[in-house]
């Protein structure tokens, strides 16, 4: 549940708030009123991981905000797990960090194949590949080191930052199951927040989510594909008894 004044931050985000709301539900109301502020703004998610489902879960919020010439930036990047989430060894930690980028990978790619051409998050996700492929949003990796940081961070123009700091990542889970608490920044806290984002932004290599979606479903022929996804977008509006068939 998110609680705000009109045009700032959600003062506190969970999944557990007994309201039946969850932190992807204030994100989305938090994001498409940023869409309405007058003189424009920046948005930027940070996470530590992601997923498509995650991501899919906003794709409205953020076709909204490039409709309204928002840019919005995805950044992400791994977490160290088991010792060498206590480790000082630096040679290790490279070594280890080296792996997870590759099993971040892993994750996404297994994430896809397990996802049906002929499925609802099919059509779903066909729209993430069009909000994705909107000049107004980047998507970059953090590969200099662990990065586990979450923050939302909105900078309108000619206003002060706001900024959601918390644990959840931007998966599916993480925006509405897990037990995960955000909340909001106090206003100098947030501008260095929001100049320590921009910083890992800037140290941060692009990352082809969409190429990895192509790629996942160049197997299937493109009308397939296409029908699939229209038939699960569309087939609630069909009327069957108007058919010229019968």
Known sequence: MSRSHPGSAPRILSNDDGEGDDIGTGLDAWLRAVAAYPKGAVVTLAAGYISFHGLMRLAGSVRTLNRAGVPVRILFGVAPTGSAAVSYDAEESIVRLRRL?????????????????????????????????????????????????????????????????????????????????????????????????????????????????????????????????????FAHEVDPTQSPLG
């Open 101 to 233: 980028l590759a099993d971040g990978e892993d994750a996404l790619d297994e994430e896809l194949e397990a996802l049906d051409v002929s499925s609802e998050a099919a059509a779903q996700l066909a729209d993430l590949v069009d909000v994705l492929r909107d000049p107004l949003v980047q998507v970059r990796r953090y590969e200099r080191g662990f990065f586990h940081a979450k923050a939302f961070v909105v900078k309108p123009v000619g206003r002060p930052a706001e900024v959601v700091v918390g644990s959840c990542n931007l998966t599916r889970a993480g925006l509405s199951s897990n037990i995960e608490l955000a909340v909001a920044a106090g206003r100098e806290e947030a501008e260095e927040a929001a100049r320590r984002v921009v910083d890992w932004w800037r140290a941060s290599k692009p990352y082809d989510l969409v190429g990895m979606i192509e790629e996942r479903f160049a197997t299937y022929p493109a009308a397939l594909v296409y029908l699939r996804m229209l038939a699960e977008r």
